[in-house]
Nanobody, 118 residues
């Protein structure tokens, strides 16, 4: 398992924007998808967004479509641009990588906290 490193979380007011990042220094060719998942206080893990590392195909959960944008750069850093943030977006955001058809994970991060509050 590769250790991924998230950064960029913080406190933002409702309607605000934030970009979080995930460094992937140990990228392997067994990784097909880079993914953001989140965990709200007292809740389980929730899929947020994913990108296929070769095809660039993106996926979003319905609640963030049109507000969040996932991307990655040539250095294998993953980003999540979030706009029009809502209090229900509050949570610990984890970066994770997965293999073919999400059959296995290849790395996880420690999480970065995003808090949306006035």
């Amino acid at each position: 398992q590769v250790q991924l490193v998230e950064s960029g979380g913080g406190l933002v007011q409702p309607g605000g924007s934030l970009r979080i990042s995930c460094a992937n220094p140990g990228f392997t060719f067994s990784t097909y998808y880079m993914t953001w998942v989140r965990q709200a206080p007292g809740e389980g893990l929730e899929f947020v967004s994913s990108i296929h590392v070769n095809l660039g195909t993106t996926y979003y959960t319905d609640s963030v479509k049109g507000r969040f944008t996932i991307s990655r750069d040539n250095a294998n850093t993953l980003y999540l641009q979030m706009k029009d943030l809502k209090p229900e977006d509050t949570g610990l955001y984890y970066c994770a990588s997965f293999g073919f058809e999400f059959r296995y994970s290849t790395g996880w991060g420690q999480g970065t906290q995003v808090t949306v509050s006035s």
